[in-house]
């Protein structure tokens, strides 16, 4: 009885450390194939417009309420201490630092994460990759690497739109609705956002999560089991992945971004 279960246990961690091993394989050619990317730039330029503007709608309505919400809620909370003209700074800095990166990043898997899972898993279930192989065509150059650079390059894209949309959804409900005085919001940005460190700071994170997500979901395609029911696993898989890796890089990286 614990001979077997030592044995499964055996089996379990080796299993998991040689797709770690892979993983970390696949992660360094993707890496070093930036200048494959940079010759075939029209096959990342079509990724770009297939992640990022399809992506677009649902990050900017998504900033926008989001924007709307802390209005309301950052109103209500400062108007206590009579500070009511920090609304701006305070809508602001929580989004480029914080709320921008991170649910751009969730929106981001949900979105074209699963996308590119089923994508990927669907060719390989298609038997594409493996007639790339036959052909000498590299799959990892030729599919792969244009959609991971695509997605890192989308990423800050997309978090900047999310955070400006959400900085006007914050302006229509302070000012336009509930009075906020208009030249203080915007003073108050002006005079309390730093380019560097909180700006910077946003677009690091957005970056980092870029290359994680999109990673993730390249890998959960490229080794889905070649079924219906494997690549649908994939999907899942990639969402629920992707989404607790950026909520984990966003502890590791504020921590960080603090300390310095």
Known sequence: ???NFLKDMGFAVRRQMT?????????????????????RNVLV????????????PIITVAGLFVGFVFGLQGYYALKRYGSAESL?????????????????ALLFAGRAGTSLTAEIGLMKAGEQISVMEMMAVDPIDRVLAPRFWAGVFTMPLLAA???????????VVGVL??????GAFWSQIQGGVDVFKDLGNGVVKSF???VAVTFIALLQGYTAQATPEGVAIATTRTVVMASLTVLGLDFILTAMMFTI
């Open 19 to 39: 797709a770690m091993g892979y993983g970390a394989r696949l992660f360094v050619r993707l890496l070093a194939s930036l200048g494959y990317a940079i010759q």
């Open 208 to 210: 980092v999560f870029g």
């Open 177 to 182: 609705m509930i009075g906020v005085d208009g």
């Open 161 to 171: 739109m999310f955070s400006a949309t959400g900085v006007i959804g914050g302006w």
């Open 45 to 56: 330029r079509d990724q770009i417009h297939f992640l990022g503007n399809y992506s677009l």
């Open 88 to 104: 701006g700074l305070l809508v602001t800095l929580s989004l480029v630092r914080e709320l921008g990166p991170v649910v751009t």
């Open 1 to 3: 009885m614990i001979f």
